[in-house]
């Protein structure tokens, strides 16, 4: 028997993802709201517990009947590991869909499988598609979108971003920018500059920014964050091979970070 991987992977893990985000909005439904005490109420017999875990961000206990939480990471992290952690309750609840994996995957790979899919679970139960509609149709596919839906979602941004991207049609990058460290200040071209954290791109989009693109001091992104204003202007798409691409930026300061989308625009779509 062949130890190569199936063929149809990729078709057999985009129709599980389907049915793990089909899982957790009948979950995510059927709750009477998404703080963590409603979470837990489609969970019978199942405790919550938070406690210093070291590395680990949660577990869940099937045999013990308990979701464990690290007590010393983040709230936004804290939820979205509770959600994870219900997904994989969800997941173990379903045996049609466990066995599918088992018939497919096995060792490592199951396991990275099955995480990824208590991952996709978790943003379907914090971030319903209702909500993601919601933001796409007031704000369009932006950095304000992004913003807004980390903020009412109370996700990561970077949780946001994938989940956003996902889900927008138009050809268009998202991207979380910082400020953060270059080198040694002492040393020549040292010092702090703002740079790409986290991107990801509409499907169908097949370019992308790499974590740590410097975004120049006069990009629309640099300037919202420096006046603390939104702003949305036609600029370009910063490559760090120093290519520029064309591109309807739209930049929304939140704190001490900028959300910016790129919209791609026909020309640059067809750019290499």
Known sequence: MSDAPPTLTPDILSGAKARMRDLAAGYGAALPGLDTHS???????????FMPMGDRDGAYDPEHQVILINSKVRPERQRFTLAHEISHALLLGDDDLLSDLHDEFEGDRLEQVIETLCNVGAAALLMP??????????????????????????????????TLAEHTTAPVLYAVCAVTRQGDDDEEGGGKALTVRVSSAAPGVKYSLRVGTPIPDDHPAAVALDTRLPIAADSFIPFRSGRKMPAHVDAFPDRHRVMVSFGLREKGRDEA
């Open 129 to 162: 598609r209702s909500l993601i509609e919601e933001m796409l149709s007031r704000f369009g596919p932006t950095g304000r979108a992004l913003g807004e839906l980390a903020r009412r979602a109370d996700v990561s941004a970077s949780t946001a971003l994938y």
């Open 39 to 49: 979470l837990m109420a489609g969970l019978e017999g199942v405790q919550l517990t």
